[in-house]
Nanobody, 115 residues
């Protein structure tokens, strides 16, 4: 099973983007779905996660600006990003973790926030 992330691009500060992540086949027993990002020269960090029960958690730096949503039955996860800042520039990766602790990672989609 592969995850395909899409939706990245170049956007001006204050703009919005919606990232999507879909699995090539149905993933059973999903526990958590999430988005992570890695900026040049920095470690990968968690941006937002959502459990199969719909509980969400966000990095402090994106609270109030980003919204994660997902459908465990469809093995899809989304990230709505509003009020983007230059510091949001990074490669964004999606991840799905199952209850058997199997991890699936997407290939990454680049978000560049610049005027």
């Amino acid at each position: 099973v592969q995850l395909q992330a899409s939706g990245g691009g170049l956007v001006q500060p204050g703009g919005s983007l919606r990232l999507s992540c879909a699995a090539s086949a149905s993933i059973r027993a999903i526990n958590v779905m999430g988005w992570y990002r890695q900026a040049p020269g920095k470690q990968r960090e968690s941006v937002a996660v959502i459990t199969s029960d719909g509980v969400t958690n966000y990095a402090d730096s994106v609270k109030g600006r980003f919204t994660i949503s997902g459908d465990s039955a469809e093995s899809t996860v989304y990230l709505q990003m509003n009020s983007l800042k230059s510091e949001d520039t990074a490669m964004y990766y999606c991840k799905i973790l199952t209850r058997l602790f199997v991890e699936y990672w997407g290939q990454g989609t680049l978000v560049t926030v610049s005027s």
